[in-house]
């Protein structure tokens, strides 16, 4: 029995020291922001609201240690993450962070609400694409002025696995009404040299547009920060 007590006391021991030792991180964030954490500080903060039980510094530095930077761990994959030890709960919420991160900057680049050069298009779609490490198919839809009424997301897929839909592009230019669209997709390698597969979509989808009287401006393919634009190329 007395042993029994002891162990509860421990285990409530412990238990305190976690939530001081939280406290005391939250308290270092709230003054001071992330700018003053190490990159274990940071992966420990973010495991405090999937981890409650558990001690979250030693993962962070655990995951620091499998994948190498914070920039991988949180551009791991779903699998990889609970492989290397976290509940589904806390991979789910570090893989959201590049997504969310791509959605904010997406939003902000749409607060400039017109496009009217290809250095517009290119800086919100930039945006659009950011940390994606698969590839994705998006369309600008724009009004007669050019202000963008829409930015969607067409298709998504492995590298080099990612279709055109026709119909989805078409069907987005006409719900939205929009007089012309600019087609984007994204290179992850890194290369901004337009395939032949490439060249063959941009002319199907300038002739699937022309049939349902909306302007096919321009295709551009973006790889991290930069772009290439098919019109400029001479390939529309």
């Known amino acids: 029995m007395a042993e029994a007590e002891k162990a509860m006391t421990e285990e409530e021991r412990l238990k305190a020291d976690r939530k001081g030792h939280r406290e005391r991180v939250r308290t270092h964030y709230l003054r001071t922001g992330l700018d003053s954490f190490e990159d274990y500080e940071v992966l420990e903060l973010l495991l405090f609201y999937a981890v409650p039980r558990k001690d979250t510094k030693a993962l ?137 597969e490439d060249i063959d979509a941009t002319n199907s989808a300038n002739e699937a547009l022309k049939t349902v009287g909306v302007h096919l401006l321009d295709h551009l393919i973006i790889a991290g920060s930069d772009y290439c634009s098919l019109r400029e190329e001479g390939y529309l």
Do not use: W
Request: charged share 20%; hydrophobic share 45%; with cysteine.
């Open 60 to 196: 962070a530095k655990a995951l620091l240690r499998r994948f190498g930077s914070l920039h991988a761990v949180l551009e791991a994959s779903l699998n990889d993450l609970e492989a290397a030890g976290l509940s589904p709960n806390a991979a789910i919420l570090l893989s959201m962070l590049p997504q969310l991160e791509r959605r904010r900057l997406a939003s902000r680049a749409e607060d400039q609400t017109y496009i009217r050069s290809t250095g517009d298009a290119g800086r919100v779609l930039c945006a659009s694409f950011r940390n994606r490490s698969d590839e994705s198919i998006r369309l600008l839809c724009l009004n007669a002025a050019g202000r963008l009424l829409k930015n969607v997301e067409i298709s998504s897929g492995d590298v080099n696995a990612v279709h055109f839909s026709m119909r989805k592009i078409a069907e987005n230019a006409i719900s939205t009404k929009a007089v012309s669209v600019i087609l984007a997709h994204n290179h992850p390698g890194g290369s901004l040299m337009p395939s032949a």
